[in-house]
């Protein structure tokens, strides 16, 4: 059975309609919990989730019991034929000839929590639109991409213990801003979001190995919307001469679902255009990116929307890149896409961009807005469309809560 076929129909009915971001084809997995019960796996189907434990228990699926742990590391660490396994027995049992005594809950009565234990997080800057507005900002038009930026893969290391799931609230920063006499000691007066996707890491590898970009393929278990919220005011003034500090550490909200690499095959694609020959190190054999919209909104008003091909570099080289050292990996690693920005204003992942540093507000439900100010909430989207069918993540919303003194 191709798991991917548009063809296939669930005997669970919501799943069928064209605009439901968890068809039979997509069958992303999460960790929920219903009425105090204890975090355990599961995987989204229409507007229900298919109890990975319950299943496991009652002989539908065999997974080590792992599926009854609160975060899906135990899982992914089975590996990748595992993955295919468990992907193709789902399919058979939600397809509409299958079995209709599986355990499922309704979404409304689940609670949904982090999918993985987030064991390492590094963030990247792989959109070259995102980096040549925002390196123009800092630094002017001349200047506005380093000279190392179309040859590598630049990222920096992130916190893991700051990664949350959607829905939780984040607390706006205090911090070091640049004052007229010196720092001043503040609350962000600059704060933003940045759309973002996220690879999760479904394999290790060893400290003093490195990985090719296809090995990289065959690391990744799924993809998750990323918002690496950022205090742009601190960033400004710490970000010379060792990058990111303080202003992206204290919060990166992920998507609750992981829509795995798996489901997202049919829509593999070319990225940007390249401006010049990578080394071999980072050369693809086959394209690394998917034909996929991604946008967000600020309080249920949409502000922007583009295609993730316009992406630089993909997941998997940024993987291999990681590697380059001798870095070794582990299962649950977080890999941010970084900003993804089209070549408009109304297709950029961050305020920094749309509006110009701030100096060109943007209209939201009638009030001229700037940047991210205290009860604010942004939602990403993110989901590439087949034929009569939607690969969607599901939510990826954060609300901003006013600093604590």
Request: contains cysteine.
């Amino acid at each position: 059975m191709t798991t991917t076929d548009p063809k296939l129909r669930s005997w669970v009915e919501t799943a069928n309609s064209p605009d439901c971001d968890f068809p039979i084809q997509n069958l992303p997995f999460g960790v929920f919990s219903v009425a105090g019960d204890t975090p355990r796996c599961g995987v989204a189907i229409g507007d229900r989730i298919v109890d990975l434990a319950a299943c496991e228990a009652g002989g539908f699926l065999q997974a080590g019991g792992t599926f009854s742990r609160p975060h899906l590391n135990d899982f992914i660490a089975l590996g990748r034929a595992t993955w295919d396994d468990i992907r193709q027995r789902l399919t058979a049992l939600l397809a509409e000839d299958g079995e209709r005594n599986l355990p499922l809950v309704a979404m409304g009565d689940a609670t949904m929590h982090l999918p993985v234990t987030v064991t390492e997080f590094t963030d990247f800057y792989a959109s070259k639109n995102h980096a040549f507005n925002v390196g123009v900002l800092f630094r002017g038009p001349e200047n506005a991409l380093p000279a190392q930026w179309t040859h590598m893969p630049i990222g920096y290391n992130g916190r893991a213990s700051s990664v949350v799931v959607s829905g939780t609230d984040i607390h706006r920063p205090m911090g070091q801003v640049k004052g007229e006499r010196g720092p001043v000691w503040s609350p962000c007066r600059r704060l933003d979001l940045e759309l973002e996707l996220g690879a999760i890491v479904g394999a290790n590898s060893a400290m003093g190995d490195r990985v090719s970009v296809a090995e990289a393929e065959q690391m990744i278990f799924g993809y998750v919307l990323l918002n690496d919220w950022s205090a742009r005011d601190l960033q400004a003034w710490e970000y010379q001469p060792l990058g990111p500090f303080q202003a992206k550490a204290f919060g990166t909200t992920i998507s609750p679902w992981i829509v795995t690499q798996a489901a997202l095959e049919p829509f593999r694609c070319e990225g940007a255009a390249r401006v010049n020959e990578l080394l071999p190190y980072l050369q693809e054999e086959r394209p690394g990116f998917y034909d996929m919209q991604v946008g967000w909104s600020m309080n249920g008003q949409k502000m922007a929307q583009t295609n993730y091909n316009v992406m630089y570099y993909s997941s998997a080289q940024q993987l291999a890149h990681h590697t380059e050292s001798g870095c070794p990996m582990r299962v649950g690693d977080l890999l941010g896409s970084g900003t993804i920005s089209g070549p408009e204003l109304n297709q950029t992942g961050a305020l920094l961009e749309m509006t110009q540093g701030g100096k060109n507000p943007v209209t939201v439900n009638g009030v001229p807005r700037s940047f991210i100010e205290d009860g604010d909430e942004i939602a990403l989207f993110g989901y590439a469309e087949g034929e009569g069918y939607r690969i969607g993540f599901g939510p990826c919303t954060g609300k901003i809560l006013p600093a604590k003194a």
